[in-house]
């Protein structure tokens, strides 16, 4: 009699890599949940189209269970820490004087309304071997192949508003509105550079101080600012650590 064959689905077990990798990214979740989170609205995020996922930012409120940083995600961070640590080593080598802490030692941003609002820069180039004009805010990124690519093709504005907005932003309260901040983008596939000059924007940078003020007020008066899409499934959203409660 043919027993056949069992086609049903066996779970593989956990190779050694996968083990090693689980006590890896256990370490690096635990490690994260003791930094305490920051108590101010970030520079770097008031791109961000959805200004009640800010407020669930500022706030401090809870994320979805099961939608905090993976470990995977916290090396990628750590990653772009790296990478950001090469490139400065880079332009210094190839001749650009960038500067990324004060004369207090102190590393270069702002801080207004109180505090509230804080920002905190990568570097200032204040000479460059290429004639580049100085003083001028110099701002990195790394990103996938496929995200890399959109700002190489598509320059940094269009195709990563969010950085645009960053980018402006500092230009504006660190008072390097003069000459074009310096946008450096490293290929974490290829190591591919992209550099690119980012004039100023002043009705970028207005924009997203405005928001700022926006989101504080609402915070303070315990106001909900509305959603940015009516659509739960939007791109956006289907991405939001705030998912679940927003739509609740």
Not at 72 to 83: E, M, P, T, W
Not at 141 to 166: D, F, L, T
């Amino acid at each position: 009699m043919d027993a056949g064959f069992d086609f049903n689905h066996r779970e593989k077990p956990p190779s050694f890599a996968d083990t090693v990798n689980a006590c890896i990214d256990t370490a690096l979740v635990a490690e994260q949940a003791e930094r305490p989170q920051r108590d101010y609205l970030g520079g770097s995020r008031l791109g961000d189209i959805c200004q009640r996922r800010l407020q669930y930012e500022y706030l401090k409120t809870p994320k979805d269970p099961g939608a905090g940083f993976s470990g995977k995600s916290l090396r990628i961070f750590a990653l772009g820490h790296v990478l950001e640590d090469l490139a400065i080593v880079w332009l210094r080598r190839a001749g650009f004087d960038l500067r990324t802490r004060n004369r207090h030692g102190d590393q270069f941003g702002f801080s207004v309304v109180g505090g509230r609002v804080q920002g905190h820069a990568d570097g200032v180039v204040v000479a460059a071997p290429n004639g580049m004009a100085v003083p001028a805010l110099w701002e990195c990124k790394s990103a996938n192949a496929k995200n890399w690519r959109e700002i190489a093709k598509h320059g940094v504005r269009k195709a990563k508003p969010v950085y645009a907005a960053q980018i402006a932003l500092y230009q504006a309260y660190l008072g390097l509105t003069e000459a074009p901040a310096l946008f450096t983008a490293i290929n974490k596939d290829t190591c591919e550079i992209w550099h690119e000059l980012v004039p100023f924007d002043a009705a970028l940078a207005q924009s997203a101080s405005d928001k700022a003020v926006t989101i504080l007020r609402a915070c303070d008066a315990g106001e909900l600012l509305p959603r940015h899409t009516a659509d739960p499934d939007h791109f956006e959203c289907r991405f939001c650590a705030w998912r679940e409660r927003c739509w609740a």
